[in-house]
């Protein structure tokens, strides 16, 4: 497995930044407030709208938190929160809730904390490494990972981190893109590129399910939950071709990445997975 990488700056981030300040209108609805794949309920009658999008992105946050099973009052820290709109559900949703969102990149929180709706219940938004949690012992109920782990520079420090930092009980979700067997060896040699070429960026998609399930062994959690949402993830790739105009920085890249995985996702080769971890009691 490949494990500590270097962090650094993610091209379509920057991009992203570009599209918001220039307020494009279907880049704001779209990504605005989420910066993830998306879930179609329904995958056979999703348009591409700008609007439909925005739907599927919220739809993805609140599948993964319904299996992480979220309830009233508890302590969440969203890991790799990018613009908090994952937060923002949870505290529409739920009552008391003491909620945290933690990121690498600090232009991202700026925007995370100008997002945020009520201000009587401010998010504090954190900066830092998912893999160094600043955080005490037992301090959360549930830690939240979308779609965000692959660019972490190391799966098991994270792991290591999020188990020392739930509660006995608390739980870990998180979604990735996870490969078969049979695609490993390409995203390996895909995550060994001696820079950061492209337009995602570092990204690491060499964890099959098996290495979560052993990961989750090593440190004592146990799998609650493993939901595959390829198929739900697919009209995704239909809406990002209608975005293709607009994106400027690293386009062939873009172009042939997004390529890339909507190829081995349409062939069952990549997986979008919803993960859910326990630590026991
Ligand atoms: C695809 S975005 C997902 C953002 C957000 N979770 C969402 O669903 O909208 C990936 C995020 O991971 C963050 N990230 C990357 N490496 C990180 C690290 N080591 N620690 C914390 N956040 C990190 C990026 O800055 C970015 O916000």
Not at 63 to 92: H, K, N, V, Y
């Amino acid at each position: 497995m490949i494990q500590r990488r270097p962090l650094r700056p993610l091209p379509y981030f920057a991009e992203l930044e570009r599209l918001l300040e220039a307020e494009e209108p279907a880049v704001r609805s779209a990504f605005g407030r989420h910066v993830h794949w998306g879930y179609w309920p329904d995958p056979a009658r999703a348009g591409t709208g700008a609007g439909e999008f925005e739907r599927a992105a919220d739809a993805l946050s609140l599948e993964l938190c319904r299996l992480a099973e979220l309830d009233d009052g508890q302590r969440i820290l969203d890991a790799g929160c990018g613009f908090g709109g994952t937060l923002r559900l949870i505290g529409e949703r739920h009552r008391d809730m003491r909620l945290t969102g933690l990121n690498i990149d600090r232009q991202q929180l700026r925007r995370a904390s100008d997002n945020q709706t009520d201000a009587a219940a401010r998010i504090p938004f954190v900066q830092g490494d998912a893999c160094r949690l600043p955080y005490s012992d037992a301090c959360f109920d549930r830690i939240l990972a979308v779609e965000c782990i692959f660019h972490f520079p190391d799966r098991r420090a994270f792991f290591r981190e999020a188990f020392r930092t739930l509660a006995s009980g608390g739980r870990l979700a998180l979604s990735d893109f996870v490969p078969t067997a049979l695609l490993r060896p390409a995203t390996a040699l895909i995550a060994l590129r001696p820079a950061s070429t492209g337009f995602y960026g570092d990204c690491d998609f060499t964890y099959t399910l098996e290495d979560y399930r052993r990961l989750a062994d090593e440190f004592g959690f146990r799998v609650r939950a493993e939901k595959d949402i390829t198929v739900n993830t697919l009209p995704t790739y239909r809406f990002l071709r209608t975005l293709a105009g607009v994106i400027r920085a690293r386009r062939l890249s873009a172009v042939a990445e997004t390529l890339f995985a909507e190829a081995a996702s349409r062939t069952g080769l990549l997986r979008y997975q919803l993960l859910v971890f326990e630590k026991a009691g």
